[in-house]
């Protein structure tokens, strides 16, 4: 299984960036799609996350300014990120809960490689 990001890069701060991560390879089942970040000498936090059934789930410093998405059919997801601050400098993971297989009774967790968001004050 394999998590590909696109969309990082280097914006101003108060600017927008849409981050989206495409999914493939063999899974059968995703259960949730969303993700993660990591600031340099932090660990890595939940940024947003969203399931098959549409829960959603923000880290409160977003709220209000991220909106995640997906795209069941295309298995893909997306963030979309406005009012950008310095602070949500990171490197952005995608991230997804889902199953090779249909015979496995639980979920794997599966990570793509990051794609950096650089934001300048």
């Known amino acids: 299984v394999q998590l590909q990001a696109y969309g990082g890069g280097l914006v101003q701060a108060g600017g927008s960036l849409k981050l989206s991560c495409v999914v493939s390879?063999?899974?059968?089942?995703?259960?949730?799609m969303g993700w993660y970040r990591q600031a340099l000498g932090k660990q890595r936090e939940l940024a947003a996350t969203?399931?098959?059934?549409?829960?959603?789930n923000y880290a409160d410093s977003v709220k209000g300014r991220f909106t995640v998405s997906s795209d069941n059919a295309k298995f893909t997801v997306y963030l979309q990120m406005n009012s950008l601050k310095p602070e949500d400098t990171a490197v952005y993971y995608c991230?997804?809960?889902?199953?090779?297989?249909?015979?496995?009774?639980?979920?794997?967790?599966?990570w793509g490689k990051g794609t950096l968001v650089t934001v300048s004050s």
């Open positions: 991230h997804i809960k889902g199953r090779p297989s249909s015979s496995l009774a639980y979920d794997i967790d599966y």
């Open positions: 969203i399931s098959t059934g549409g829960s959603l």
């Open positions: 390879g063999n899974i059968v089942s995703i259960n949730v």
